[in-house]
């Protein structure tokens, strides 16, 4: 774990939710930015596609173990970072939000997806996934571009850097 001199040193983890292990092209180009970003801020980071690297695909019930893996993974991190492009977005990253939430997991929302899916004005996408961020200034919690996430403006630096 490496963080920058900007920022303190955190022993806090986060899994890292996103659909882009499944592609070869965005597994090189955009999973590793989102991780050294997230590292140089101090966190650990918990991406599940280099996580589960040691499970055998050839071997009946990988599947299930890759699950149990991402399951166990969400419930022992301190927060999710989940990457919610698409429409709709990803649907594994959507259970995996869904259960940081209900276990009252810190959240942040990393879209950068012009396209909206979603019945509310407000927010761009289905409402429930907005019930893990705080009801005023959700927006510190949501992001938009790589840069941002790094911003001490926002709700992830001041979370990494409180007790």
Known sequence: MTATSEYAMTSKTI???SPYGFSNQWKEMLLPKFVSTLNGLGAEVWEPFSRNGQVNFSKPG???KVAISDLN????????????NGTPPDEGVMIELGIAIALD??????????RRCSDSEEYPLNLMIFSGL?????QD???????????????LVRWLQSK
Do not use: C, G
């Not at 705080?134 to 959700?138: E, L, Q, Y």
């Not at 992001?143 to 941002?148: C, D, H, N, V």
């Open 73 to 84: 993974d969400v419930k022992q991190a301190d927060a999710i970072f989940a990457v919610v």
């Open 15 to 17: 899994y890292l939710a």
């Open 134 to 138: 705080p009801a005023s200034n959700w």
């Open 105 to 114: 997991k810190p959240t942040f929302l990393f879209r950068d997806d012009f």
């Open 62 to 64: 990988w599947a299930h």
């Open 141 to 155: 919690y949501f992001y938009t571009s790589l840069s941002e996430i790094s911003s001490p403006k926002k709700a």
